[in-house]
């Protein structure tokens, strides 16, 4: 048990387009997903936590309006990269820990963004 | 702040060699440390964490605050352990959120 799917896997856009990345917990419940970002060849970053039922905690430096994140359900978190820019072109992933407490964070694949 | 830095960003053994992956911290309070791996195409994943104090796949990594220290680290390595391996910190009280480092790719030679 315990996998998180992300959707999509990839995608291409053109500059100033918004694109949504889906994080889904397919076999158990999240009240705690996280947002991360990875440049080529680094680590990753985490951009924001997202708490189902209430708004999302953004790191530092993060801008809250550009990217967009929503946790309608313990299954399902959502990022929108809003008008995106090349410069927003990397990879995004996703994890989810499991209501309850447990400290274990459970990854996605994660999702390519390119912005043309 | 926290701060997390892997000083190797690769690290090549033969099989059945001993390996290291050092992982050091900096951070003011009590952290909690954890080490992922990413074997090819596939995703991150837990390997193991300092609270837990076991062996897993034959690494081990022991905290040493003196130090503000978290090596991998495992007696004899096999091809199989070749991967990228993530060391991370939590901040305990921060329900989770999770800093990493850059990342070590080690590859085993056989």
């Known amino acids: 048990g315990a996998v998180v799917s992300q959707h999509p896997s990839w995608v291409i856009c053109k500059s100033g387009t918004s694109v949504k990345i889906e994080c889904r917990s397919l076999d158990f419940q999240a009240t705690t997903m996280f947002w991360y970002r990875q440049f080529p060849k680094q680590s990753l970053m985490l951009m924001a936590t997202s708490n189902e039922g209430s708004k999302a905690t953004y790191e530092q430096g993060v801008e809250k309006d550009k990217f967009l994140i929503n946790h309608a359900s313990l299954t399902l978190s959502t990022l929108t990269v809003t008008s995106a820019h090349p410069e927003d072109s990397s990879f995004y992933i996703c994890s989810a820990r499991r209501a309850g407490g447990e400290e274990t964070q459970y990854f996605g694949p994660g999702t390519r963004l390119l912005v043309l | 702040a926290q701060r997390v830095t892997q000083p190797e960003k690769l690290l090549s053994v033969f099989k059945g060699a001993p390996v290291e992956l050092k992982c050091n911290y900096s951070y003011s309070g009590s952290p909690e440390l954890f080490w992922y791996v990413q074997y090819s195409r596939q995703r991150l994943q837990l390997l193991l964490r300092?609270?837990s104090r076991e062996s897993i796949k034959g690494f081990t990594a022991d905290l040493n605050k003196g130090e503000t220290s978290f090596h991998l680290k495992k007696p004899f390595a096999q091809e199989e352990d070749s991967a990228m391996y993530y060391c991370a910190l939590s901040r305990g009280s921060t329900l989770g959120r999770l800093y990493f480092g850059r990342g070590t790719q080690l590859t085993v030679w056989p």
């Open positions: 300092h609270i």
